[in-house]
């Protein structure tokens, strides 16, 4: 499953503990030893949550991409005492078709997961993981993904729930998707929409600024820090939409160990750990000349507690 980390502390030697918070997003069965559907290794998702809390990460999101997911990702979060997002991935979305009693039925099973999980401990903070993913087709084709993508936008609406979104290659049908369901300004407010967060980040600045005055954050990762064009957007990001995720110094990315040379409580190659989170902040204070380290980490902190209404974490 993926998780999206509430953002902590970076323990580095120079730096004070529990100076800085994360909020982490995780869902990922490579946590559970599992890599391309094959298990490789033992569960050490105990050990992987001891480094996150080292790097200062105080909860997660656990983010669910399919119905399936979705629930596993409230089973895990009500565990541990995290937050779990409810949804359907663009590259999961045939399922809705594929679905005994159709999409219509897969869309209401969705519907019961949020109702049955919208309060206390481990409850659903998002809708998603949901969008677009025209990079991806050969899993649905793009008029599946937009079906669908429109369609669970009426849960967000219904529990005035934020979107914990998705796009890729896909911006403009993306965004025209989302305006017509009335999400064109303040989240999408007027229809009862309460926002959400275009999770790992690739498009332009121009891109990021038309979500940006919808109403959206935006969310950085590794993903969002690989080319000069990708930095162009992260330092263009408005402070008061900013978030960060999971992605890419010892701390923030301890050395890793092949999946087949598994040794519990290390790090496994290949897998995007929550501690990674602290260096994608590094990375955003880095580009913004002069705005301390501690600052980008506590309006991200600020930002994703606000934006899931995450109240007692406050
Ligand atoms: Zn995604």
Redesign the pocket.
Known sequence: MPVTVVAARPPAAEVQAEKYRFIVNLTDPVFRGFHHGRKKHDDDLEAMLERARAAGVKSMIITGGSLHESKEALELAQQLGFYATVGCHPTRSAQFDQFRGGPERYLEELDKVIAANLTGKGRVVAVG?CGLDYDRTHFAPAEVQRRHFRSQLALAKKYHLPLFL?SRAAHKDFVQILREEGFDKDGGKAVGGKGGVV??FTGTVQEAAELMDMGFHIGLNGCSLKTAENLATAKSIRPEWIMLETALNALYFPPGTKPEAFVYGRPVKGRNEPTAIGGVAWVVHKLNDGVPFEKVTEKAWKNTVELFGLAELR
């Open positions: 993981e998705h999770h790992s």
